[in-house]
């Protein structure tokens, strides 16, 4: 190897083994507010440590690390500015990773410094560092339980269309499995004025439903159910949308998922399976990198489009159509078999 190719290699892998300080550092500002102060133009440092009621060199600091990275402009005098990157970094944005940084820089950075425990004993770190599972966990701490569900709504609005164009004419209930505060379920049904929705998930999750459904418009179409999926899923739906569900859980308990399904719909009705599909092989940084996360977290995976179809064929379903959709997420069609 030449050594202008060593020095690029050297510097690239010194990067990717340092990455977490960069995300550390979006946290630390999402978490003290920064982006948002910073909607109507750049400020001062110094104002805003004042502001915020921290140590000015140290926030200068931060910053200026994160103007290296791209998020924040500076200039010579100290003021501090958004780039269109750092916009979303901002609570109130469409797209916003504002929720997804908190997320990533708190329960999930606390529990990838266990990921070698996990490669050791095939445990899940998040299991092993907070002592109970990742679900339990939000429905014990309501605080994280919101941060959760928002960056969730907030990535699945980012991500077009919600069903990649499925056609649902001839259907008439959509049952969203898993579906958080409805985010998925009011944008089908805005789309869909003769159709009307069950919300099922946990009473935690659904929590901040009825009033987004009703800022939505869709709140009298929707009957909203709690319970656990793993125990069974409501009937009287011919479409059973699940939603970036699957991928949480190993093959054992995706499959108990699947046939609760399989048990609530009907012979003529219809499962959509909303998630990654990797490729065979070499597979994009961005799609391996949230396997590990579903690893790290859950114990969960995502799945190539061979173990999807082996998955729900175990499961009394036939895999009839891939959809690949605006985002990374694919839309799998499945039929009671």
């Not at 083994?17 to 948002?36: F, K, M, T, W």
């Not at 269109?84 to 944005?93: H, K, M, N, P, Q």
């Not at 605080?143 to 969730?152: G, I, K, P, Y």
């Not at 009298?220 to 991928?247: K, N």
Request: glycine share 12%; with cysteine; proline share 5%.
């Amino acid at each position: 190897m030449a050594e202008e190719d060593r020095g690029k290699s050297f510097e690239a892998l010194l990067s990717l083994l340092g990455g977490y300080r960069l995300s550390q550092a979006a946290y630390v500002v999402v978490r003290l507010g920064v982006a948002d102060r910073l909607a109507d133009g750049p400020k001062e440092a110094v104002a805003l440590a004042r502001e915020l009621e921290v140590d000015p060199d140290r926030l200068f600091r931060v910053l200026r690390a994160l103007a290296s990275a791209g998020l924040f402009t500076l200039d010579a005098r100290g003021r501090v500015g958004l780039t269109a990157t750092g916009e979303l970094l901002r609570s109130d944005v469409p797209g916003s990773l504002a929720a997804f940084a908190l997320l990533q820089g708190e329960e999930g950075y606390r529990a990838f410094a266990e990921l070698l425990h996990t490669v050791r004993t095939g445990e899940t770190a998040f299991d092993h560092v907070f002592g109970m599972g990742h679900f339990d966990y939000l429905g014990a701490h309501p605080e994280a339980s919101r941060v959760f569900h928002r960056a969730m709504s907030s990535s699945l609005g980012s991500a077009g269309d919600p069903l990649h164009g499925f056609d649902l004419a001839g259907h008439r209930v959509v049952v969203d499995v898993g579906g958080g505060r409805g985010t998925l379920l009011a944008g089908v049904l805005g789309a869909h004025p003769h159709l009307r929705g069950i919300l099922f998930d946990l009473p935690s999750a659904v929590a901040g439903a009825p009033p987004f459904l009703a800022a939505a418009g869709v709140r009298d179409r929707v009957e909203i159910r709690t319970g656990s999926a793993f125990d069974q899923v409501p009937p009287g739906g011919d479409v059973y949308v699940l939603s970036r569900v699957l991928h949480d859980w190993p093959d054992a308990k995706a499959e108990l998922l699947l046939r609760n399904c399989r048990k609530a719909v009907g012979e003529d009705g219809v499962v959509l399976v909303r998630e990654i599909v990797l490729p065979e092989g070499t597979v994009p940084l961005p799609q391996v990198q949230r396997d590990l996360m579903m690893m790290v977290m859950n114990g969960g995976r995502e799945r190539t489009e061979r173990e999807w179809r082996e998955l729900l064929g175990r499961c009394g379903f036939a895999l009839v159509g891939v959809r690949a959709g605006q985002g990374p997420d694919h839309l799998l069609v499945a039929e009671p078999c």
